[in-house]
């Protein structure tokens, strides 16, 4: 299976200011994240605004992707809905077009039960691409616990877990229990296949990645892919005092980043740095005056915009 391990950047899509995708400035983001040396990116994820694409838009989103990245990054599609019917087709269009594999989010609203959010992710393995499940409670209304994840990582082409839980302790778990096991070869089902754990939440990284993790599908990589993958980088080779003074070092970007929902603060970063981005759709709104101006100094403190 496919290695996952290192930086991937949560993609933000641009907009123009009258709400149309730009394409073109999606195109330079993608470039961008290619010349600072990240490992991969996540288009159409939720900081891609994809509960308010249209599958028109996405489909050409994903062919930019796609061809810009080709030989050099991996791309992860998200691919999720709240319908496994609708799952099934986006998982597998991202088969289609290429994509090295698919960011399938626990279903939302619906609060599915353990034996539905099984089903779903074994209808998401039945399509034959690497599938990253994306477990994030706050947003979906329904965590998916230890015991189930075991379950689900032994499903053939469950390539690991984008783990926004915001529980630690969970998070070690996780690691100890399915990941470590399978780099061990251990005699669980499917041992041969490493099952990758990545974080979901930038603050995370360093922390995840000490407990036997292995990267970041990262917000704030978006305005500074280099920095990123230079934490990743150290702390996945063993040299966590430098690994440690580049997470302080981007700790206040961070908290700066989540000041509101994102992605709209990592969006009007962008676009203070000169980088396409453009407003988010509605329902994100703009940034309330005191957010912005907390999110301004933290920008100009660290010397990424004047």
């Known amino acids: 299976m496919t ?7 949560a993609l933000v899509t641009p907009m123009t200011e009258t709400g149309e995708v ?8 993608v470039q961008f994240q290619i010349a600072e040396g990240i490992d991969g990116i996540v288009p159409m994820g939720t900081t891609g605004e994809n509960p308010t694409l249209d599958e028109s838009e996405e489909d050409k989103l994903i062919e930019i992707a796609v061809k810009e990245a080709a030989g050099k990054i991996k791309v992860i599609v998200g691919a ?45 393995a039945n399509i034959g691409i690497p599938i990253i499940v994306y477990n994030i409670a706050s947003r979906t209304g329904r965590n998916i616990q230890t015991s189930l994840m075991k379950e689900i990582a032994n499903l053939p082409n469950i390539a690991g877990v984008k783990e926004s839980s915001g529980d630690i302790g969970q998070i070690g778990d996780v690691i100890r229990e399915i990941s470590i096991p399978r780099t ?16 979901g939440d930038d603050a995370f990284t360093l922390p995840l990645i000490s ?6 599908i990262s917000v704030v990589s978006n305005l500074i892919p280099a920095k990123v993958k230079a934490l990743t980088k150290a702390a996945l080779e063993g040299r966590f005092d430098e690994a440690r003074n580049i997470h302080y070092e981007l700790l206040p970007l961070i908290r700066a980043a989540f000041v509101e929902t994102n992605p709209v603060p990592i969006k009007q970063a962008l676009t203070w740095a000169g980088l396409p981005a453009g407003p988010a759709r509605l329902p994100l709104g703009k940034l309330a005056p005191a957010s912005e101006a907390a999110l301004k100094k933290t920008l100009t403190e660290m010397k990424l915009i004047k």
Do not use: C
């Open 22 to 29: 730009d394409y073109e400035g999606f195109r330079r983001l």
């Open 3 to 9: 290695e996952f391990r290192g930086a991937f950047t």
């Open 80 to 124: 999720g809905s709240n319908d496994t019917r609708n799952m099934i087709k986006y998982v597998q269009r991202a088969k289609n077009m290429g994509a090295d594999a698919a960011l399938v989010v626990t279903p939302y609203y619906n609060k599915p039960n353990d034996d539905g959010l099984l089903r779903h992710f074994e209808a998401a």
């Open 211 to 216: 407990l036997g993790g292995d990267g970041v």
């Open 184 to 199: 061990l070869e251990s005699s669980r089902k499917n041992s041969n296949n490493k099952f990758w754990v990545l974080s």
